[in-house]
């Protein structure tokens, strides 16, 4: 009997052991993979002008028209793929399933970065309504708007695509006899700022909403002739659920990163135009705005204080310096369509 016992409790500190070291090693685990995130959220550093045209195109002496912005893209778009812990939008496994800020932020930049691309394809590489598309763009656009949360086939996989095609556009730019364009004028520019204008709009009122507040219904106001499709209220009531405030914060975030990239490039390509219209200055007030929102949060969180209340509201904060970028780019784009 005593040897039963012996034999019991052998097979008892055997099991107690195995259950303490993979208790170990799992929670060893988890703090791994916690700190990880943490690294793994840090959004990238900006980059100048002269330092991405560096790494796209080291072997040029003088750029060419559109190189900077073409640069700006594939910077973009390879930092996206490249940053600390790659792209995490669609990570099935820890600690990337877990993290919810900087897939935010990637969806963000990525969404500048595909109204880039559209108006590359469309406008900047045409130099008419009726002349034929560029090659590579057409097959740098539609890769970058594949699905964004796509595990497989992958989204890195659309993207690296999109970052091939995108390098052979700017080569060939910078190559002389070869039929790659970039049409540095105002009603081009112009264009791409509209887009751009109603991006920030968008962001503006949805950081705006973390409050929430009651908003007439405006969609049809200075036409009386104008319908639309179905009945909607007079007023309605706005508010970004609690659990969403976050996600629209990074999201504006990551928007206003890639977009400083490619509005600094634009001042470098569209320089002549710029002056023409003296407009410099309008282009650096955008910027200037932008810039602020990539102040440091120092708060753990996203905080969401209701108007003049003890704490802050991190979203309307962020919806202020979108807005005064906003209300600036539409100044802008008056200055351009002017002879």
Sequence with gaps: MLESLKNRLGQWTGRSTWTAAIAGALSLYLVGALLLGIHWSQPPEQSSVEAILLKTQPEVAAPTVGNATVGALIHVTETLLTKPGGYLSNDITPPGLWLDNMPNWEFGALVQARDLASALRKDL???????????????????????????????????????????????????????????ARADNLRNYLSDVETRLGSLSQRLSASVGQTRFN?????????????????????????????????EARGSAWALLHFLKAVEHDFASVLENKNARVSLRQVIRELEATQQTLWSPMVLNGSGFGLFANHSLVMASYISRAHAALSDLRALLSQG
Excluded: C, H, M
């Design 125 to 183: 590489s045409r130099s008419q309504s009726q002349s034929t598309e560029d090659a590579d763009l057409v097959i740098a656009e539609p890769a970058l708007n594949y699905d964004s949360q796509k595990w497989f086939p992958s989204a890195e996989s659309s993207y690296k695509k999109a970052l091939v095609a995108s390098r052979r556009y700017q080569n060939r730019l910078a190559t002389q006899g070869d039929n790659a364009q970039f049409y």
């Design 218 to 250: 405006t969609d049809l106001a200075g036409d009386p002739a104008a319908s639309q499709s179905t009945f909607d209220l007079a007023e309605r009531q706005v508010k970004t659920p609690w659990l969403e405030i976050d996600d629209v914060f990074f």
